[in-house]
């Protein structure tokens, strides 16, 4: 009897290690390679996207003359949005103007810095020193502000392509003089010609009539409302990083 299970015993682990013999090793495994593919995706395809992710020269104009103060709510959020288009590397410039325009950073971003720029959202209204002295909002100091500092970037080597966010309730007049739209118009296509794109959001009705009108033939340009303004940025950065 005692010979009998000694005997099933040693058959039992004779088996056992012939099993363990057969299984082939962990390398082997599909599973195992399943998983280092999926791991291999989930890192590589984001690097291989930022790669081919092509950085921009990126502005956002804010109008915070006295009649677009009561928009602050929309003007915190659109700010909000269009920080969350950004990518690291792209240079972001940040313009204010009412009576003039003044730029006010020009840097280039940074991932680590979203949330910290996206919470200074919250004083996108408020007018820096020099601005509001008198009443009126000029668009085209403004744009020509903008020009000025792209051409800066240019003569440094910079020739990335323009996306710029123009921000603007209305262009009342600014020690009674009229805006020369004709003007205007040529500056914004000396944008697109270089392979820019423009957004112009939040224009009252006038304003809203008279840029159609404007740019009704230009190319690479919108003119959107508040409501339209996610769509408005989600183009615009869509046809300077195709």
Not at 20 to 29: D, F, G, M, R, T
Request: proline share 3%; net charge neutral; aromatic share 6%.
């Amino acid at each position: 009897m005692k010979y009998s299970l000694r005997k099933q015993s040693k058959e039992g682990s004779s088996v056992s290690f012939k099993q363990v013999q057969q299984e082939p090793p962990l390398w082997k495994s599909p599973l195992i390679w399943l998983c280092i593919a999926g791991s291999a995706l989930l890192i590589g395809v984001p690097l291989v996207m930022d790669r081919l992710t092509h950085r921009v020269n990126s502005a956002l104009l804010v109008d915070v003359s006295l009649s677009n103060q009561r928009y602050q709510t929309l003007l915190e959020g659109l700010c909000r949005q269009y920080v969350e288009h950004l990518v690291e590397g792209d240079v972001r410039i940040l313009e204010k103007f009412a009576d003039r325009a003044i730029i006010l950073s020009n840097q280039e971003f940074q991932e680590r810095d979203r949330l910290s720029i996206q919470n200074q959202c919250k004083q996108i209204t408020t007018q820096p020193s020099g601005i509001g002295r008198v009443p009126g909002t000029s668009l085209i100091d403004a744009v020509s502000r903008l020009e000025t500092e792209i051409e800066h970037q240019q003569s440094q080597g910079n020739t990335r392509l323009v996306a710029a966010v123009v921000v603007i309730q209305a262009a009342e007049l600014v020690n009674h003089q009229q805006q020369d739209f004709t003007l205007i118009k040529s500056k914004i296509e000396a944008i697109i010609r270089k392979g820019g794109a423009v957004a112009i959001i939040g224009p009252d009705v006038d304003l809203q009539n008279e840029l159609s009108r404007q740019f009704s033939s230009v190319k690479n340009t919108q003119i959107c409302t508040y409501s339209d303004a996610q769509a408005c940025l989600d183009w615009l950065f869509q046809i300077v990083r195709k």
